[in-house]
């Protein structure tokens, strides 16, 4: 069973930092791309960024400069590395991956960026 395990989300101050954590299991995680999506309130869910099985990575234009992803295959993790927070980065951020037969989703982790 495939589980994708999200944590370090919080209340931050605007200029803040996070750093969050997506623990997989289930899967062999080097043979993964890995993405990070988040959810904020009365929007669709929204491509942040993604790392490759090889460590290439891609963000949505808006994080860029802001936003690091990495991995981690020896623990099975992929992170994001939030800086210079906005509150328009107030969101559920989700830990995404598939396969050829489905795709997975963690249950998400709250990210608040509020003075």
């Known amino acids: 069973q495939v589980q994708l395990v999200e944590s370090g989300g919080g209340l931050v101050q605007p200029g803040g930092s996070l750093r969050l954590s997506c623990v997989a299991s289930g899967i062999i995680f080097s043979a993964y791309n890995m993405k990070w999506y988040r959810q904020a309130p009365g929007k669709q869910r929204e491509l942040v960024a993604g790392?490759?099985?090889?460590?290439?990575?891609n963000y949505a234009d808006s994080e860029e400069g802001r936003f690091t992803v990495s991995r981690d295959n020896t623990k099975n993790t992929v992170y994001l590395q939030m800086n210079n927070l906005r509150p328009e980065d107030t969101a559920v951020y989700y830990c995404?991956?598939?396969?050829?037969?489905?795709?997975?989703w963690g249950q998400g982790t709250q990210v608040t960026v509020s003075s």
């Open positions: 995404n991956t598939q396969d050829s037969w489905e795709t997975y």
């Open positions: 790392i490759s099985i090889g460590g290439r990575t």
